[in-house]
């Protein structure tokens, strides 16, 4: 045995992790880098097929090990320590229970609404900011949570790469259930004045104009707060009150006006570098921590990419009948595998379902994906990203000599 094979089982962190329940469709895999201090770590799901593969050091890895045990997973080979509290075995069976006795005991709702997903949401009014509906939206299973907490009226965060879809998300509920919809992105430059509120000057008047998070609150529209982990420590400020259960807004340059919020008020925010996706900082410069005394205000979830599976079933409801099943499944493989390389931080951008339907709608165009590629794909990254995306192309596509 060599000396770095005899270090890594000598390692207390090394080896794989798997949920203790005995599942073994999702697992972590920990090993030595090549890099001196640094840990390699891969998360693989069904198949074999792996979607996450990081170098982090030893402070971020054990932060993760506590994570992982949080979430039931254990190293492969570990035996639960003598000293460790039994298991509750009736648990499971007594949420189980609860949860059909709250159902049944639920009364029905008297207001009309309409099916998402498997959750029913309550319909809206209509309104001019009530978004397009998409025919093609995928609504995954895993996003029943989502909708759920929507209803409850939880506030929302959706956390995950550039491109995931956590926008869309919300919207798609909302053109489906009628909402209005305001979005406010915190590209560095919004001020809290942008966000609250102004006074202004108009024929000769002196006159206070809503930001958008009072002109939401007030007509029961949903606010999109964008790219939250941007916003600056005032907008920041001002939202913690909004988040408290029955929040109010105190409006102190308005003579302390408080605003209260409409019932159908729903309040999200989008960000790409908060919580779980901390490790990833260094590919979102300039985005700012968040404590958790502010994150527990809200729900947070982590929006991955669509599978290949489901990116290929959007790519066929959106272009179908010309998309077939072969086709989409191959530019689903390719925009994972450039996913994968970004994760990597060997490609320095995202690579979106926009930017596949894009690049998928135009290749059916021109009969040409290499050509379709140049305005959809190469033309918008760096030519070393465009050398790297062609390689992967070429990888999966045989073009003619």
């Not at 203790?20 to 090993?31: N, Q, Y």
């Not at 202004?200 to 949903?222: S, Y």
């Not at 408080?258 to 300039?286: C, D, E, K, W």
């Not at 809200?298 to 991955?304: E, F, G, I, M, S």
């Amino acid at each position: 045995m060599n000396a770095p094979e005899l270090q890594a089982q000598n390692d207390p962190h090394t080896g794989v992790y798997e949920r203790a329940t005995g599942l073994a469709d999702e697992w972590w895999r920990v090993s030595l880098s090549d890099r001196p201090h640094m840990y390699r770590i891969e998360h693989g799901g069904a198949g074999g097929r792996v979607d996450i593969d990081t170098v982090v050091d030893l402070d971020n890895l054990r932060a993760k090990l506590i994570k992982w045990q949080r979430e039931g997973f254990a190293r492969a080979g570990d035996e639960q320590s003598e000293t460790e509290a039994p298991r509750d075995s009736g648990f499971l069976a007594a949420l189980k229970h609860a949860i059909e006795t709250t159902s049944k005991s639920a009364k029905p709702r008297a207001e009309r609404s309409v099916t998402i997903g498997n959750v029913r949401v309550p319909v809206g009014r209509a309104s001019p900011l009530v978004p397009a509906v998409n025919s093609a939206y995928l609504f995954a299973e895993r996003f029943n949570d989502i909708i759920a907490d929507i209803v409850e009226n939880r506030r929302v965060m959706l956390i995950g790469h550039t491109g995931a879809g956590k926008t869309s998300l919300i919207e798609q509920v909302a053109a489906r259930s009628k909402h209005g919809v305001l979005r406010s992105n915190m590209n560095g430059q919004t001020t809290v004045s942008d966000f609250v509120g102004f006074w202004t000057v108009k024929g000769g008047e002196t006159m206070w104009v809503d930001g958008v998070l009072p002109t939401a609150m007030r007509e029961g529209l949903w606010l999109i707060i964008d790219e939250l982990d941007f916003a600056e420590p005032s907008i920041l400020a001002v939202l913690t009150a909004v988040l408290e259960p029955n929040g109010r807004l105190l409006l102190k340059e308005k003579g302390n006006e408080i605003v209260a919020a409409h019932p159908s008020f729903r309040l999200f925010a989008t960000a790409n570098a908060v919580g779980a996706m901390s490790q990833f900082r260094h590919l979102y410069q300039g985005a700012n921590l968040m404590n958790e005394a502010f994150l527990d205000r809200w729900r947070v979830y982590l929006l991955d990419y669509l599978s290949p599976d489901e990116e290929a079933e959007v790519l066929m409801r959106t272009l179908a009948p010309r998309m077939s099943r072969p086709m989409a499944e191959t530019l689903a493989a390719i925009a994972s595998d450039c996913r994968a390389a970004f994760t990597r931080e060997d490609l320095a951008s995202a690579f979106s379902t926009r930017r596949l339907l894009d690049w998928a709608e135009l290749m059916l165009r021109t009969g040409d994906p290499e050509r379709a590629a140049g305005p959809a794909i190469y033309a918008k990254v760096s030519p070393e990203d465009a050398a790297l995306i062609r390689s992967i192309i070429r990888h999966h596509i045989v073009f003619d000599a």
